[in-house]
């Protein structure tokens, strides 16, 4: 996942002016602002800098999102290990300006670029694949992870008041992991997480259902839109990122086989019907989460205001310059009236595959159906 916090942030600006340094006195590059223009100084291209700790490789460039990410552990580096990271992906960058996507990471362009510039191997080779140990917290996420998704396979109850009791329960269970969890960060310097799900062509109204779906589970969603593609970012703690991850792979699919349904049922047809019965789902589960509410004491209401103040910050943390668009579109109120029907009886229970593969406990998916 991409991490963020204070301490990060300084991280990143640090990184950012010791690459326009490279870019300035190796390879003579003009920069203004964050923002880099070629040899002919009519095109220009972002500085844009993550830091993460999904991948092995110390450091990458994604072509795609214009992106130099490096690993959360180049903080506690040397700086001259640092400098030969930024160097490596750095070349990368300009591999892909000067010769368009290659076949192999390490080409003979991507070479022969080091070897102008006077790179040795200590930048050739400076990319390198770390072991993953589990961390404590790691361990502790995996857990609270497991806990919600058996609360969760309750609301699969005949049931409704044990459905309704499990689905409250089990987003106390994760209010409490947010407040208490050291992923949370100390107040000096907060961690925040964000992973990116679903890209896509374009923006659809099936992801902003799903996007609607998943902030019930205190989780912040932001469309990021470049390079030809749409996808959904996840913002706030590991494991609800988790979470949302796993029910927005679920109702990806599970959407169109209500939709499926609906037209044969219901007899409906085009895309308006169709985007008008996606939205409809999404106010419909949004609204019975909000009636659910009813039911937590004061103690966790009070702390999910706290929760929702800390998102709220920290999308400002990790977007400092975000525009807000407002989607609009023609509808139908005959599909949103049947989606939001839909919504409203809508669970999403995890279920448990107890076979092992490839010595290693697999989980099935999320099922989402109707109650």
Not at 13 to 22: M, N, P, Y
Not at 195 to 206: F, L, P, S, V, W
Not at 228 to 237: A, D, V
């Amino acid at each position: 996942m991409f991490v963020y916090s204070k301490s990060i942030g300084r991280f990143v600006h640090d990184i950012k002016e010791t690459i326009k340094q490279i870019l300035q006195m190796e390879i003579r590059l003009v920069c203004r602002g964050d923002r880099f223009y070629d040899r002919s100084q009519k095109i220009s291209y972002p500085i844009s800098v993550v830091i993460y700790n999904h991948k092995a490789p110390l450091g990458y460039f994604d072509a795609q999102f214009y992106e130099l990410g490096f690993h959360e552990r180049l903080m506690h580096s040397s700086k001259e290990q640092l400098h030969q990271i930024i160097r490596h992906e750095l070349a990368h960058y300009m591999t892909f300006i000067n010769h368009g996507p290659t076949e192999q990471p390490h080409s003979a362009e991507f070479k022969e670029f080091c070897q102008k510039m006077g790179w040795g191997e200590e930048v050739y080779r400076a990319s390198i694949c770390l072991d993953h140990e589990q961390t404590s917290s790691e361990w502790e996420e995996d857990g609270v992870f497991r806990k919600v998704k058996k609360l969760m396979a309750l609301t699969a109850s005949s049931h409704p008041h044990e459905a309704e009791q499990a689905m409250i329960k089990s987003q106390q269970l994760l209010l409490k992991h947010n407040l208490e969890s050291e992923y949370v960060g100390s107040v000096q310097d907060e961690k925040i997480f964000m992973k990116r799900i679903m890209q896509q062509k374009k923006e659809t109204a099936k992801m902003r259902a799903i996007g609607l779906i998943l902030k019930t589970f205190f989780v912040n969603i932001v469309y990021n839109r470049g390079g030809g593609i749409t996808c959904l970012e996840i913002l706030g703690n590991a494991v609800n990122i988790e979470i949302a991850e796993y029910v927005a792979n679920v109702l990806d699919t599970e959407l169109e086989k209500f939709w499926t349904e609906a037209q044969k049922n219901a007899r409906l047809k085009g895309a308006i019907a169709k985007n008008s019965f996606f939205l409809g789902i999404a106010k419909g589960y949004c609204n019975k989460i909000q009636a659910l509410k009813k039911e937590y004491t004061q103690h966790v209401t009070n702390a999910l205001v706290v929760l929702e103040k800390k998102l709220t910050d920290a999308q400002s943390l990790v977007y400092p310059r975000l525009c807000s668009k407002k989607s609009t579109g023609s509808y139908c109120p005959t599909s949103s009236k049947l989606g939001e029907k839909i919504g409203q009886q809508l669970n999403i229970n995890p279920a448990l595959n107890k076979q092992k593969k490839n010595s290693e406990e697999q989980l099935e998916y999320f099922s989402a159906k109707r109650g």
